[in-house]
């Protein structure tokens, strides 16, 4: 029976004993406050992150890595805590930190490699394909376009913005400039808002994240289009629009998508909750060139 959770939650036990510690002493010496409270709060928060960051590295995994991403609640509980106990120049102030990376590596270095069996369904692309043959035939325009739209991306794109906004309103009277830089920045994460899109015509593919441009190809420019598996974190870092191997990647969610190689020899990854109907769609565009 295939683990709910593949990557360990013992590794987690410094940042949890380093917060758990400093609220317990906060307690024994009557040092309770606002702080505190704050720092549990904040430390729980990245704890959560930090999981659910471990997991996405570990099912990522094709063998045993070292996860650096795993020491960062290590990191930030020990310097929260270091910051809440000791006094400016106490040895405590990076003591504790130093302590709870080395033991969160310890562990990291003891876990061991479980693999993780990613189901993958391919879809059958018959009906698109018959779609865009049709089109052609009859000299008619086709579209095809592809969303990746997580709820967090959204959610950073509204909370985030709303915030900065507020932000820059209250900051007007005493700096106009920084409120103008606040108040842009909203705008440009409230041009986030609706996630990555892709979109496949004869002309070309172009990739669009909210309202922004990111990539525009022109069919005339594309030598290959085919499936591709990646790993976000261990390759690229992260998710968003990346650089990793000679590639530039755009994606959200998932790890397949569509790997673009232009005549020129560029690399560009474009992620796709359904890469083989976005494959097939840039082959046709593809072929269309050749004929």
């Known amino acids: 029976m295939r683990p709910k959770m593949v990557h360990p939650l013992w ?3 410094p940042a949890v004993a380093v917060i758990a510690g400093t609220v317990a002493y906060s307690v024994v ?3 309770v406050s606002s702080e505190v409270a704050v720092l549990a ?3 729980v928060f990245y704890i959560g992150l930090s ?3 471990d997991e ?3 099912r990522q995994e094709t063998r045993k890595t070292f996860n650096w991403l795993s020491l960062f609640d290590e ?8 910051t ?3 006094s400016p120049g106490d040895t405590a102030l990076w003591l504790m930190p130093v302590c709870a990376v080395a033991a969160g590596a310890i562990l990291e270095l003891a876990r061991t490699y479980r693999p993780f069996e990613q189901r993958i369904v391919h879809e059958d692309t018959s009906a698109l394909d018959q779609q865009i043959r049709e089109s052609r035939a009859v000299g008619r325009p086709w579209l095809y376009c592809d969303v990746q739209n997580p709820w967090w991306m959204n959610v950073i794109a509204v909370v985030s913005g709303v915030w900065l906004v507020v932000a820059g309103v209250t900051t007007y009277r005493d700096a106009a400039w920084l409120a103008a830089v606040l108040l842009a920045i909203a705008a440009f994460l409230f041009g986030l808002y609706g996630g990555l899109r892709t979109c496949v015509t004869s002309d070309g593919v172009e990739v669009r994240m909210g309202i922004f441009r990111m990539l525009r190809i022109r069919t005339a420019d594309i030598a290959t289009a085919e499936l591709h598996t990646f790993s976000p974190l261990r390759e690229f870092g992260g998710y968003g629009i990346r650089y990793g191997k000679g590639i530039k990647a755009f994606f959200l969610r998932g790890n397949r998508g569509v790997l673009i190689t232009t005549l020129s020899g560029r690399k560009y990854l474009i992620g796709s909750d359904h ?5 097939a769609a840039i082959c046709a565009v593809i072929e269309q060139q050749i004929r």
């Open 41 to 43: 709060v904040m430390s």
């Open 56 to 58: 996405l590295w570990a």
């Open 51 to 53: 999981v659910l960051g």
């Open 29 to 31: 010496h009557g040092r």
């Open 275 to 279: 890469p083989e109907r976005l494959a």
């Open 84 to 86: 809440i106990i000791s």
């Open 75 to 82: 990191a930030l509980a020990g310097f929260l805590a270091g």
């Open 11 to 13: 590794v987690h036990i």
